[in-house]
């Protein structure tokens, strides 16, 4: 194929236009040495210059199934040459499907979806519909999450991603949630954790006036801020604390859904079903973007007679639509969610826990399915992190090392902060998986001379 024999000047003249014209997003432009991607297939890319990298950051977190899936690529094409676009108001074949294959695949009643362009306009418009329900303002959103980089979205977000762009939007109150191995609350076991954690909600929710909060937001298993698998019991008590004040329950499924972690949503896996979920990504692989809110029976009910004030000229995209459908389909087809729960525990799991027993940079492995995260430390002990946290520049020096030596070998490596998450596609094959680990395990001995 034209893709086993890339042309290193075609790359440099991609890179040329790019560092030209092209504004980063999350960068600093004149620090920044993107690579020039020639393709990609399953769980691989690779540059023009011969060198082939496996994706174990599944890009951000979105190709579910893989690179290219050739049916999906089909469907595209397919409802390109029937009907390439729609405004949103009329009933198109694609996104009726859609709908119907996520809402049969959401928990509960949650029947009805609003499609949206990603994550963040799904987590602005699950906070406008829980507002419009309620009627009550306040938001309240845990410390350690990412709720996107639009105007409500960055300020729902708990991480110093937020700072620069806080605004201090009127009515987002923080929390903290449970994560017992740097626990908020000097927790010593997850039924403590779990507790406390619940105990710190209640109170907060006391002293912010339960009468005026309208929701809150969680993701189920927090993502991009390290893959924080809640105790068992907090989430269902969170359901029970919501239940009890009217407040609307919504879990931000947008990294954690479809797949991820083993089961369709993550909120299966702890048996608890929200108001209103958010979701993107996983929904059709990302290769059209797509993302959208599950919304319950009743609170759908609020807007029968009465309009909901929402959406975008692009919402719920043909293109997408389509994508999302065939996305589904292969899902199903191929058994990609009971493989990613197969592949976690057969594979990742104990593979991650043992690399962890023979190198002292790894403080904790934690996760589930295909959402891993690594915390890397200076000392087990202290559990300092390897870098300091929000670190830059030369403080970030370290774990620049050891995601070099991923790279070298071979391996695209997830890292934020003082992790490395191991998050593959669903459809990671075991080989695939292995080799990935054995990566890991080189960088991590690049890592532990940062150790003391
Ligand atoms: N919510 C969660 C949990 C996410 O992980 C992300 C993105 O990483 C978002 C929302 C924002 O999604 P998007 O970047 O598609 O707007």
Sequence with gaps: TPHDAPDPRTGAAVKAADRAHVFHSWSAQGLIDPLAVAGAEGS??????????????????????GYQHPKVVAAIQE???????????????ARSEAARLIAER??????????????????ENAIRLARLHTGRHKVLSAFRSYHGATAQAINLTGDPRRWASDTGSAGVVRFWAPFLYRSPFYSTTEAEECARALTHLEDTIAFEGPAGIAAIILETVPGTAGIMTPPPGYLAGVREICD??????????????????????AADLYGVTPDLMTFAKGVNSGYVPLGGV????????TFDKRPFPG??????????CAAAVATINVMEDEGVVGHAAHIGATVLEPGLRELAERHPSVGEVRGTGVFW??????SRETREPLVPYNASGADAAPMAAFGAACKKNGLWPFINMNRTHVVPPCNVSEAEAKEGLAVLDAALAVADEYTT
Excluded: C
């Design 294 to 301: 599950a919304i319950s029976a009743e609170i759908a009910a």
């Design 373 to 378: 995260a690594l915390e890397l430390v200076k």
């Design 244 to 265: 009890r004040y009217g407040i609307v329950l919504v879990l931000d499924e947008v990294m954690s859904g479809f797949g991820r972690t083993g089961s369709w949503f």
């Design 106 to 123: 959401t928990p509960g009643d949650l029947d009805k979806i609003f499609f949206t362009n990603g994550g963040a306009e799904a987590v």
């Design 311 to 320: 959406g975008l000229t692009y919402s719920g995209h043909p293109l997408a």
């Design 44 to 65: 691989y890319f690779w540059d023009y210059d011969g060198n082939r990298y496996l994706d174990f950051t599944s890009g951000l977190v979105f190709t579910n199934i």
């Design 79 to 93: 409802q390109a040459g029937k009907l390439a676009t729609f405004a949103p108001a009329f009933a198109v074949e």
